[in-house]
């Protein structure tokens, strides 16, 4: 990800976040009022749908760890590195993958309410969606990523505005 400045990193990786998690919450918010209307529905009972929900979750759950744990190798990896720009840039695409994975597990969630119309999926997207916005890049969170100290986190906590 390419930048003129941390501002404008800051205002990219926003807009990137927004625009990933958009596709989710309006496929969620189309099919959640078109679940009583739509007509395709896997004829599953009860307890399949359940059995259902509880992979989804699971999945949903390794999955997340996973990228958890990824993300925080990749930042001390990248803590090495000399240069605020090149830290921020390489941390710039380790966020973008996160924040497509954290998208895609909604999507999880949107998919299992159509298919098989059972309402767990419906507090599973408000979970994993709420997990995505704890989740988000703040200058904060990107500050102790990185373990910066300094200059170098007092630049990212103002997003450039320090030292004008």
Sequence with gaps: MKFNSVKEYFYRL??????????????????YASVYTFTFRLELTETEAY?????????ALIVL????????SAARKIARL??????????GSVLMKR???LALIPLLMTVGLVLTHHNGFAFGFLVTLLWYFV????PFKISSLLHLKGDEKE???????AFK
């Excluded at 996973?66 to 925080?72: G, K, Q, S």
């Excluded at 000399?82 to 390489?90: N, Q, V, Y």
């Excluded at 630049?155 to 505005?161: D, P, R, T």
Aim: hydrophobic share 55%.
């Design 14 to 31: 926003n807009n990137t976040g927004y625009q990933l998690m958009m596709v989710p919450l309006i496929l969620f918010i189309y099919h």
């Design 51 to 59: 059995y259902v929900l509880i992979a989804a979750g699971a999945l």
């Design 65 to 72: 760890t996973a990228v958890h744990f990824y993300v925080r």
């Design 82 to 91: 000399t240069g605020l720009g090149l830290k921020l840039e390489r941390l």
């Design 99 to 101: 924040l497509i994975v």
């Design 135 to 138: 989740n988000w890049p703040t």
């Design 155 to 161: 630049m990212v906590l103002s997003k450039g505005e």
